[in-house]
């Protein structure tokens, strides 16, 4: 049993270990998409919708020659700075792609933007219309609208990827809670098991011995297998079994002896009352016979000699005889 709790022990704390793993890799996980991905994914969308901004309102300009177009480019300005910080921070592993966009929308800005927004400004709408036509412009806003493609790719990578680490590590922590759970259901059935066979088992025939020496059967083996303890138990069962036994057979003898020595008494009561008084009057009787008859005298003196000797003999076999009742030397 110990060494089955040791080993469970030890699988237990390893299980935890992966779980409480899992659990931090998956939470990591988490962090990173709350914290980086999330708003990294959200930024680049206001990063895309502020360069449509700029190119929208551009276009307009540049066909009307109205101011009120070119607001919505002059708003777009802090904030692309401000998206392009918070990318900068939350995924400084992608400034490559970053600073690709950045260097995009500088050479749109530069080289397309501010040419045609100068023309039309010069009031030469001719030639600033000429220039659009030629499509410069619109080649390098595809160049930074590809840019951004590629950095909300890369994004979306990162993402997958913190995705895919917070599933796995949820699959291994429900692996992990399963692997608990049938471990904790295997050591309920060996401990079902071993505590049949070495508890309760032994227990329930050391109980058996028990009530069949308390019934009377002291010679009834008394089992001790099983535990140690119970084994202690056993053995001091069969010992105090033991013990009623002798105390039995002690008990046994000395009510025999108790009972001689009662018949005894009663044989010794019966001689003093009964024989000897009968015999002492026997022999009074015949002294008196042996004075009446002269000639007889001799021979009557004879028998009352052996009476005498009788009384005496009877005498000292009550008066001198061992005790029954006491135990041999």
């Known amino acids: 049993m110990q ?20 659990m931090a890799q998956a939470s990591g996980a988490d962090r990173v998409m709350m914290d980086r991905l999330a708003p990294a994914l959200t930024s680049v969308e206001r990063l895309q919708t502020a360069f449509v901004d700029q190119e929208t309102g551009l276009r307009g300009y ?9 607001d919505p480019y002059t708003a777009a300005m802090p904030r692309i700075a401000a998206e392009q910080r918070l990318l900068g921070t939350v995924v400084p592993e992608l ?34 219309s000429a220039l659009a036509a030629q499509g410069l412009g619109k080649m390098r ?29 949820r699959r291994r922590l429900v692996g992990v809670l399963v692997g608990v759970a049938v471990l904790g259901v295997a050591l309920g059935v060996a401990a079902v098991r071993f505590q049949r066979r070495w508890v309760l088992a032994p227990l329930t025939r050391l109980g058996d011995d028990v009530a069949a020496v308390a019934a009377g059967d002291l010679a009834h083996p008394i ?3 099983g535990l140690r303890e119970l084994a202690t ?25 108790r009972a001689r020595a009662d018949q005894a008494e009663r044989m010794a009561d019966t001689l003093r009352h009964d024989v000897i008084v009968e015999l002492s009057s026997l022999t009074l009787t ?33 008066f001198e005889s061992p005790d029954p009742a006491a135990p041999p030397r």
Do not use: C, Y
Request: cysteine-free; hydrophobic content about 50%.
């Open 3 to 22: 060494a089955l709790v040791v080993v469970v022990l030890v699988a237990l704390f390893a299980l935890l270990a992966v779980a409480v793993g899992s």
């Open 62 to 70: 540049v066909l009307t020659g109205e101011d009120g177009f070119l």
């Open 95 to 128: 400034s490559g792609a970053l600073t690709a966009v950045t260097a995009a929308h500088d050479d749109w800005t530069t080289n397309a933007a501010r040419p045609f927004i100068d023309l039309r400004r010069a009031g030469d709408a001719v030639q600033a």
């Open 141 to 169: 806003f595809d160049v930074l609208r590809e840019r951004v493609d590629t950095l909300r790719t890369q994004i979306h990578a990162e993402a997958d990827a913190a995705a895919a680490d917070a599933a796995a590590a």
């Open 223 to 225: 089992h001790d297998d």
């Open 233 to 257: 138990v056993g053995r001091g069962v069969a010992t105090m079994r033991d013990r009623l036994t002798d105390h039995a057979a002690e008990t046994a003898r000395t009510e025999r002896l």
């Open 286 to 318: 015949v002294t008196a016979l042996a004075g009446r008859h002269p000639r007889a005298e001799a021979e009557l003196h004879r028998v009352v000699h052996r009476l005498d000797l009788a009384i005496t003999a009877i005498r000292k076999a009550i």
